[in-house]
C-alpha cells in the first residue's frame, strides 16, 4: 500500500504564504506526476496545480497562476505547493494525489491539510 500525507497548512493573513508538502510511503513505486486540488465547505473540489516528471511540465489553475508554484522530487516522489498573495478566497483544504506508472488517474491520496486564510 502507498501512503500519501499533506502537511504545511495552517492559519495566515491575507497576503501572507504557506507552502505544503506531499510526501508518499509504504510500498515502492513510481509516479508519472503528482496534483493539488483543493475543497472549500460547500464546494466541489477543485484542480490547483499539477507537476508531470517527464519534461518537469507544470500546469495552473487560472486563479492561482502567478501567486502559486508547484515543484517536486520524483526520485522521492514528493511534491511541494508555494502559495503567496494568499487571499481569504484560498481558504480550503488541499489535497495531494499521486498518478503511478502504468495508471491513467491519481490513484494515492491523502486525507487533506487545512488553509485558512484571514482578511
Known amino acids: 500500500q502507498v501512503q500519501t500525507v499533506e502537511s504545511g497548512g495552517g492559519l495566515v493573513q491575507a497576503g501572507g504564504s504557506l507552502r505544503l508538502s506531499c510526501t508518499t510511503s509504504?510500498?515502492?513505486?513510481?509516479?508519472?506526476?503528482m496534483v493539488w486540488f483543493r475543497q472549500a465547505p460547500g464546494k466541489e473540489r477543485e484542480f490547483v496545480a499539477s507537476i508531470r516528471w517527464s519534461g518537469d511540465s507544470t500546469n495552473y489553475a487560472d486563479f492561482v497562476k502567478g501567486r502559486f508554484t508547484i515543484s517536486g522530487d520524483k526520485a522521492k516522489n514528493t511534491a511541494y505547493l508555494q502559495m503567496n498573495q494568499l487571499k481569504p478566497e484560498d481558504t480550503a483544504k488541499y489535497y495531494c494525489?499521486?498518478?503511478?506508472?502504468?495508471?491513467?488517474?491519481?490513484?494515492?491520496w491523502g486525507q487533506g491539510t487545512q488553509v485558512t486564510v484571514s482578511s
Open positions: 494525489g499521486v498518478q503511478p506508472f502504468g495508471s491513467a488517474d491519481y490513484d494515492y
Open positions: 509504504g510500498r515502492r513505486f513510481s509516479a508519472q506526476g
